[in-house]
């Protein structure tokens, strides 16, 4: 190529000489953490209850009162208590209501003492575990009948090949609908879409699944007697009512 005066070589310009900037590369985002965790299976109302104990008793010091007061129906309302039938200190028969990791209702005493506790906190994890084994041989069953039910091939229990069944509460799809409508004066037609979304039916919360647990109130503290000294002219007299006077019935 022939050069002039009016000719630049090739990288004289001192843009020529810089080198092109690097786009920075994208990092990959992160997904979310809440995303990727797995929702854990929905429990039993008897898997809480056990649970609920063993956390109670791990917690609690033993030295603090029922605040809902307990109950003083000596078993008689309800069940005798599996873990703290009575009160070794005043005799006090306990129900199943008086739970085991608070003091007892009447004399305050501690119901169970530290080796007690801790054999009773072991009773209760290997109570859990039988539990949750239960259920999970029931699931079993359930989807073994319902494939024998299908005329599948049988699957044999505890293999783990047979789908659990799914604790995600169904959901019904919206549908869509359309409305044709004639106008009488004008002769014409209009066509309207409605989209009739279904309310989803929620599973009932603890506060609505637990009914409320009648309890016996304490005895008072004073004994009601009378003080009154007796008639001798009437010792059968009801004396808790004054001033009583037998009216006879009306004449006919």
């Not at 575990?129 to 049988?154: D, L, N």
């Not at 505890?158 to 004066?185: E, I, M, Y």
């Not at 979304?197 to 699944?209: F, I, K, L, Q």
Request: include cysteine; charged fraction near 25%; glycine fraction near 4%.
């Amino acid at each position: 190529m022939r050069r002039t005066a009016w000719s630049i070589a090739a990288g004289s310009v001192p843009s020529d000489r810089l080198r092109p900037a690097q786009r920075p590369q994208h990092a990959p985002q992160k997904q979310n953490k809440g995303k990727g965790k797995t929702q854990e299976p929905l429990k039993s109302q008897a898997v809480r209850k056990l649970q609920s104990l063993a956390e109670g008793i791990q917690k609690s010091s033993g030295r603090d009162k029922d605040p809902k007061g307990g109950c003083f129906c000596q078993a008689r309302e309800h069940d005798l208590s599996l873990y703290t039938p009575i009160c070794r200190d005043c005799g006090l028969i306990l129900c199943a209501i008086n739970l085991p990791y608070y003091a007892c209702p009447h004399c305050s005493a501690v119901l169970l003492s530290d080796a007690a506790r801790s054999s009773l906190s072991t009773r209760l994890n290997e109570e859990i575990s039988k539990q949750i084994a239960k259920e999970e041989e029931e699931k079993e069953r359930v989807v073994q009948e319902a494939r024998e039910a299908e005329g599948a091939f049988p699957v044999l229990l505890g293999s783990g090949t047979s789908p659990s069944p799914s604790n995600t509460p169904f959901r019904p799809l919206a549908q869509t609908h359309k409305v044709l409508s004639l106008n009488s004066k004008t002769k014409k037609y209009t066509v309207s879409s409605y989209t009739n979304t279904p309310v989803s039916s929620r599973p009932a919360s603890r506060a609505e699944s637990e009914e409320e647990i009648y309890r016996v109130a304490a005895p008072p503290p004073e004994v009601d007697y009378v003080k009154s000294s007796s008639n001798r002219n009437r010792p059968w007299s009801n004396m808790r009512i004054e001033d009583l006077h037998y009216v006879p019935p009306p004449m006919k």
